[in-house]
DNA sequence: TAGATTGTTAATCGATTAACAATC
DNA sequence: TAGATTGTTAATCGATTAACAATC
């Protein structure tokens, strides 16, 4: 990559979120919005607007504000969203189906097409026209089919040594739903959502609101 | 309540991890750990451990470090975990449905006690021996049992307009599944879990450790 | 007592906000 | 041209890390 400076965290944590309230505009007609608008809309300053969207490129135009149409387009590049991605969910649990029944996932080209476990009982069911095979099949079904995003949601003890497993078979993105952190070297993204975590989070500022 | 310091939000986002650890090491019976030991399972700096506990209380003993036993139980308190909290789930689809069967809440005191939905084809049905009642009945159901937390999980057209209901129903704390921003009073505790944005920002870091 | 490790203050680092010249 | 709003530098704020005296 020719650019080098980093990116922080924070700011691209905010990018899926500029997208999600530039669609919205897009989809109701607005041609063109300025920060300070924009920041109205999503709480937010906007000098930290403009500092976010000045990591990637001058978006906008002086006097004039942004052209929605087109930052809509260009985070979607940042982003990396538009070409088709190939996803497989690893653990047919209840967390496992309800992923591959969200169909929010291929409207935006993130597509699931291969469920594993180690379940005989659910290995041959189909959920929403996609097969559950087993595990042992993983491997060679990654290397057949140039998987880019694994979905793990196996249960804790599983967890690690799946996940190795996975970065093993070649795959660089795991999105991580078991509640266990997982330990992999620097080259691999992994993002958690550890639900347990996040409702605990929400019972303390729930009883911290309540405390005032 | 009598403290009045401001805990950042960075360092309640880190005590649920801090609860997990600490229950692993008493599951194994570790006694006792400091701040340095932890920090290396933990993946960040000692000194970041004992400025995030002392925000609460001095927890540990020179020259010793931190009781497990002890300094989990502190957490627990910290977080408000061990008395039972009451729960509905608003919308019985996928997510909602696989939530309802997540064990891992219950053995928390997280209780889920009704589930909601418009749909007559899941009215009356039972999911883990709880019932799906009409939306029509979550008014009443929230007041005569002493709902703590709704767990929102409807397609975003309706969520701006139940989530608005919940708050007129007395609801606190709300657990936003739906992926869009709720805007309600700071007096309301939200907690967003945002999947596609999740997915999008693994996409996004996915793509940037291939570029290296 | 000597060694270890906390609690806490001070230093550093990074992220957010403010300000304003550039320019559409 | 005058007004609006960006891109960008500078100031501020807050969070993390380092350092060390207190003390178990």
């Known amino acids: 990559m020719a650019d080098n400076k980093k990116i922080s965290v924070a700011v691209i944590k905010r990018l899926p979120r500029y997208y999600r309230y530039l669609g919205d505009l897009l989809n109701v007609g607005i041609v063109r919005i300025s920060s300070k608008e924009l920041s109205e809309k999503m709480n937010i ?13 001058g978006f906008g135009q002086r006097g004039y504000g942004y052209n929605v149409e087109f930052l809509y387009n260009e985070i979607k590049k940042i982003l990396g969203i538009g070409k088709e991605y190939k996803m497989i969910v690893v ?9 591959v029944n969200y169909t929010d996932f291929e409207s935006n080209g993130f597509k699931i097409v291969g469920i594993f476990d180690v379940n005989p009982r659910l290995i041959g069911m189909t959920i929403r026209g996609i097969e559950v095979y087993d595990a042992d099949k993983m491997e060679a079904f990654i290397k057949n089919n140039e998987i880019d995003i694994a979905i793990l949601t196996i249960p804790k003890t599983q967890a690690k040594a799946t996940a190795k497993k996975l970065v093993e078979c070649g795959i660089k993105g795991i999105w991580n739903f078991s509640p266990m952190d997982l330990e992999l070297p620097k080259s691999i993204a992994v993002e958690n959502v550890h639900l347990t975590d996040g409702l605990m989070t929400l019972i303390y500022k729930t009883n911290a609101v309540l405390d005032k």
């Not at 300053?45 to 490129?57: K, M």
């Not at 653990?91 to 992923?99: E, R, S, V």
């Open 45 to 57: 300053t906007a000098s930290q607007i403009r500092q976010d969207l000045n990591n990637f490129g």
């Open 91 to 99: 653990g047919a649990g209840n967390i496992g189906q309800a992923l």
